[in-house]
């Protein structure tokens, strides 16, 4: 999986990376990646296809957690292999379970991301309009997706897993969603990452942590004296 840079994508995420509404702070990225691998992408992607085969051989059609009819096509799971590598990518330190991973992705359509969209981004919208005063941010996320990956040719995941499972969340998140753009002809992926934060529960944080580093301060004096004294 190789970054590529894209210019629309740098506008967005300029005024995405850190949203202050007042009450809450949005946090947004976009990063487009190419599907041919590099570095140690072909050997990671191996060892995430026997993972899922180990997996299938050892279930059984009775078994309540029965593996479902995504993880049993090959072009299925070459989809989910490339989120995968997209998700190591952006989290190098994190180790994403192919296995447990496909349980947390969920197919979307556009209708159902706009919805999405107009209703947790309805004040960032607005705050758009206000600063750029030219097509809406909807509009503009649009187009910039279509330059990249081609919506109308695109498959759109949404990845929404269990609190342990998410290096996404941070401290005083009020809601966060996780979305994937994926162009199986271009071999291309957009991932697009939003995050709500408390700023009462980000400032209460602060002010918890501020007389540690008071105290810690104090110390040093302390350490200095002692220094002094020897």
Not at 148 to 169: G, M, Q, R
Not at 217 to 230: G, T
Request: with cysteine; net charge negative; proline share 3%.
């Amino acid at each position: 999986m190789k970054f590529l840079e894209y210019t629309p994508l740098d506008r967005l995420n300029d005024f995405l990376t850190h949203l202050n509404l007042g009450d809450s702070t949005i946090k947004g990225c976009l990063e487009a990646y190419s599907c041919k691998h590099t570095g140690t992408d072909k050997k990671l992607s191996v060892s995430l296809e026997n993972e899922i085969l180990d997996y299938l051989g050892n279930s059984s059609d009775t078994d309540s957690s029965s593996p479902s009819d995504f993880l049993l096509s090959r072009t299925s799971r070459k989809t989910l292999i490339y989120l995968v590598l997209t998700l190591n990518h952006m989290y190098p330190d994190y180790d994403f379970s192919t296995v447990k991973a496909h349980q947390f992705f969920t197919e979307e359509s556009w209708d159902i991301f706009k919805q999405i969209f107009d209703t947790y981004m309805f004040e960032a919208s607005k705050e758009w309009i206000e600063t750029n005063g030219s097509s809406s941010l909807l509009e503009t996320l649009y187009k910039a997706l279509d330059e990249v990956v081609k919506l109308t040719e695109c498959e759109i995941y949404s990845y929404n897993p269990d609190s342990d499972a998410d290096p996404f969340l941070e401290r005083g998140a009020i809601w966060s969603f996780n979305f994937f753009f994926y162009n199986r002809k271009l071999k291309r992926v957009v991932s697009f990452r939003l995050c709500c934060l408390s700023n009462l529960v980000a400032d209460e944080f602060r002010m918890v942590e501020l007389p540690c580093e008071e105290d810690s301060e104090i110390f040093d004096v302390f350490d200095d004296m002692d220094m002094r004294v020897q």
